[in-house]
C-alpha cells in the first residue's frame, strides 16, 4: 500500500555533467547521507537504515517516532475523541496516511519557487506534529495497562496522569491539523483531498554547510552565519535528547515492573512517564527548529534555477555538487563550489 519512491537519484544522474559525477564519485561523496539517498513512503525496516555503525541515537528514535501508528492504538488523527472500536481507529488512521506527500512533490506542486522555505518549514512542521501524535499516543496506550491496586490513593493518582495524557493527545491532534492545513494551503492542494503526511523524513544526523567556500566570493548576512555556528550545537543537542529518551524509556520501564512487584509506588511509575513524555516533546523541538534552520540555509544558497529535486537533496539527499548558473558574461570555468549537504554520520 506504501510503494516506495526514489526522489532524487535518477533526476540528478542526469541532469550533472561527467565532470561533476567524477567528483561526486569521491569516496567522502558516496557514504550514503545520515537520511539515506532513497525517500520511503513507509518507513524502512531497521536493516534498510544502513549500517549500525553510520547510525545515530537521533536517527534511530526519529525513525521510531515516525513510524505509522498501527490500527491498534487509539490516535485519531482525524480529530474528536478516541475511536470507540478497533475498526473506527482503522478507518481514521486510514485517512491519517492516505495521502503521502513527498517534499520534491510538494514543491513542484507550488509551482513557484519562491516558496521553498515557507514549503520546507511546513513541511517539517507536519512531520513534527506526527512525531508527537505518535508519542502522545503512546502515553497513553501505557498509562491504561497500569494497574493501580486497591488503594484509592493510587487511583486518584493515576487518573490525573490518564486525564493529562489524554489532554496531551488532544493537543497533538490538534497542533497537527493546524500544521497540516499551513502546508495545503501552501502547496494548493485540493480542499478535498485527506491532508498530507509528510513521507520524507527530516534531517538527524549532521549537516556539511561548505560555508567557506560557498561564501569565499559572496557576502553572507549575520542570520546565514548565525545558522552556520549553531547547526553543530543543535545537533550536539539533538543526540544528547535522543540519549535522553532513550534512558528515560529504559527507567519507565523499570519503574512499572517494580511496582507491578510493589516494590515502588504509583507515584514513580506516573513520574518516569513524566520524564519520558518531556525528552520526547524536547527532542522534537529541538529536531524541527534543526531542520528548519537548514532549510533557511539552504534556500540562501540556491537561487531559483536551482530545481526543486537538487534543493530537496540538499535538505536530506545524498550528498551532490552543485553548480550555480553561469553569469551573463561567462569566462573560464571554475571549479563548482560543493553544495551544503546532509553529512554522513
Request: glycine residues 4%; proline residues 10%.
Amino acid at each position: 500500500m506504501n510503494p516506495r519512491l526514489l526522489c532524487c537519484i535518477l533526476p540528478l544522474a542526469i541532469l550533472f555533467t561527467p565532470a561533476i559525477l567524477t567528483s561526486a564519485a569521491e569516496p567522502a561523496a558516496r557514504e550514503p547521507a545520515a537520511d539515506g539517498t532513497v525517500s520511503v513512503v513507509a518507513a524502512p525496516p531497521a536493516a534498510g537504515r544502513g549500517d549500525p555503525a553510520d547510525a545515530s541515537v537521533a536517527t534511530d528514535v526519529l525513525s521510531t517516532a515516525l513510524e505509522p501508528l498501527e490500527a491498534g492504538l487509539r490516535g485519531d488523527p482525524g480529530g474528536g475523541t478516541a475511536p470507540a472500536s478497533p475498526r473506527s481507529a482503522s478507518t481514521s488512521l486510514a485517512t491519517a496516511y492516505a495521502r503521502p506527500l513527498p517534499l520534491v512533490e510538494a514543491l513542484e506542486r507550488s509551482g513557484d519557487r519562491t516558496r521553498r522555505l515557507w514549503i520546507s518549514q511546513a513541511y517539517w512542521k507536519v512531520s513534527a506534529g506526527f512525531a508527537m501524535l505518535r508519542w502522545s499516543t503512546e502515553a497513553l496506550e501505557r498509562l491504561e495497562l497500569i494497574a493501580p491496586g486497591g488503594d484509592p490513593h493510587d487511583r486518584a493518582v493515576l487518573d490525573v496522569a490518564l486525564a493529562a495524557a489524554r489532554a496531551d493527545l488532544a493537543d497533538s491532534r490538534a497542533e497537527l491539523v493546524a500544521a497540516q492545513q499551513e502546508l495545503v494551503d501552501l502547496v494548493r492542494l485540493p480542499a478535498g483531498d485527506p491532508l498530507p503526511w509528510p513521507v520524507d523524513r527530516p534531517l538527524a544526523g549532521p549537516y556539511q554547510t561548505h560555508f567557506e567556500t560557498i561564501f569565499a566570493t559572496r557576502p553572507a548576512t549575520g542570520r546565514i552565519r548565525a545558522i552556520v555556528r549553531m547547526l553543530p550545537s543543535k545537533h550536539e543537542a539533538l543526540e544528547a535528547r535522543a540519549a535522553a529518551v532513550v534512558a528515560a524509556q529504559k527507567a519507565m520501564q523499570m519503574a512499572e515492573t517494580d511496582h507491578a512487584k510493589g516494590q515502588r509506588p504509583i507515584e514513580a511509575v506516573t513520574a518516569a512517564h513524566a520524564a519520558v513524555t518531556s525528552q520526547q516533546r524536547e527532542f522534537v523541538k529541538v529536531m524541527r527548529a534543526y531542520n528548519l534552520d537548514i532549510a533557511e540555509y539552504a534556500m540562501n544558497v540556491a537561487d531559483l534555477s536551482v530545481p526543486d529535486d537538487r534543493f530537496v537533496s540538499m535538505l536530506i539527499g545524498a550528498p551532490i555538487q552543485w553548480r550555480p548558473q553561469p553569469a551573463a558574461a561567462p569566462q573560464q570555468a571554475a571549479p563548482a563550489p560543493p553544495s551544503p549537504v546532509p553529512a554522513a554520520n
